[in-house]
């Protein structure tokens, strides 16, 4: 049984529980099986790569600790969308 995440990519939320809380922020991948989702500049772990240094990434965080404030706009949609088409 798998439940539905009423959250979509580039949708803004806000964190309501855990070190990052009240902090707001794009969301920038799902993992709709493990009900995970990442959400920029949240949960963010320092890593090392030998070719590219020390980078900044941000970490899967569960999906319960995140409360949507706005959807993400039509113009980045309809932006993305030409975009894929002119390809």
Known sequence: MSMKL?????DTV???????KGKKGAVLSLDKKK??????????KTHFDEQEGLKQLESFIDYSN?????AA???KKAKK???????
């Not at 009900?35 to 963010?44: S, Y």
């Not at 969308?81 to 390809?87: F, G, L, N, P, R």
């Open 66 to 70: 995140v409360k949507f404030v706005s």
């Open 6 to 10: 009423k959250v979509k990519k580039g």
């Open 14 to 20: 806000q964190i309501i529980a855990g070190a990052d």
């Open 81 to 87: 969308k030409a975009a894929s088409k002119s390809k």
């Open 73 to 75: 706009t039509a113009a």
């Open 35 to 44: 009900l995970k989702i990442k959400v920029q500049g949240v949960a963010v």
